[in-house]
């Protein structure tokens, strides 16, 4: 019903900067909560960003002040901009959505991962 595709991922070196973008296509209403999150091997999922749909925002303390998390709410599409890349970062990034189709659907998605692989 509703299709998150993710772009922009690739090997960037240490201090390098890295924009992944989301848009999300189907069945959609209007999206309220739109975030970023990633899964290095061996590690859970974390949060990295989030933004509602009026642009407020919310990053976890490892990005602060990196990165930055906007989206075009025309195109249903969020962008993570990455500055300042670190190893550590590395992961695969995966973009969620939730999404309102009308009625009663109101429903999380996600997308299928871009990978994001920083040299030191």
Known sequence: QVQLVESGGGLVQAGGSLRVSCAASGSIFSINLMG???????KQRELVALITSGGSTNYADSVKGRFTISRDNAK????LQMNSLKPEDTAVYYCNANV???????????GQGTQVTVSS
């Open 36 to 42: 970023w999150y990633r899964q290095a091997p061996g």
């Open 76 to 79: 249903n599409t969020v962008y």
């Open 100 to 110: 309102y189709g009308g009625g009663t659907s109101f429903n999380d998605y996600w």
